[in-house]
């Protein structure tokens, strides 16, 4: 099963190594990771994605929370959540139907065109993992020069926060 955890972090030297070692340390797998400060500078909310059993997650999250660096942190899984990634996508784009077909495709999954070359396009795109896995379907692969994601970020819905 797939859990998105939120961490809040000191924003500080070694604190994402050491969470990422704690992963390697025990075979788990790091699927997504995304990480940036927060309206705190000496706070960073790091968001992970990872599979395993609910076992395996609970024990992922005690050992996170032994963490001296760890400063509070949750299983989005537990509650009602919104996730997100970001796509960037680079697509060969030559001749006036190609340039018309990406445009309303773009449209369609609701993304945007961010910059046109004579020979390119390049997609700007939010959604969820799966919106965009299938963006990337309906574009012809040999019409991709390249692909870049963030990772995923997520937050959950209602009054509930994750806070310092």
Do not use: C, W
């Not at 997100?84 to 018309?100: V, W």
């Not at 799966?130 to 574009?139: C, Q």
Request: aromatic share 4%; hydrophobic share 45%; net charge neutral.
């Amino acid at each position: 099963m797939r859990h998105t955890i939120a961490i809040l972090l000191e924003n500080a030297a070694g604190s994402l190594s050491r969470v990422a070692g704690l992963f390697s340390a025990r075979a788990y797998n790091i699927e997504s990771l995304s990480v940036a400060p927060t309206e705190d500078p000496t706070v960073s909310r790091l968001t992970l994605v990872t599979r395993g059993s609910p076992e395996m997650v609970e024990q992922i999250v005690k050992q996170l929370n032994k963490l001296l660096d760890v400063i509070r942190l949750i299983d989005l899984n537990e509650g009602l959540a919104i996730e997100r990634e970001l796509l960037l996508i680079k697509i060969r784009a030559t001749g006036a139907e190609q340039r018309a077909e990406i445009a309303r495709l773009a449209d369609i999954y609701g993304g945007r065109i961010v910059d046109v070359t004579e020979s390119s396009y390049i997609v700007e795109m939010t959604g969820t993992g799966d919106k965009l896995d299938a963006f990337i379907d309906t574009v012809s692969a040999r019409r991709i020069l390249e692909v870049v994601r963030s990772g995923a970020v997520g937050i959950l819905r209602g009054t509930k926060a994750l806070r310092a």
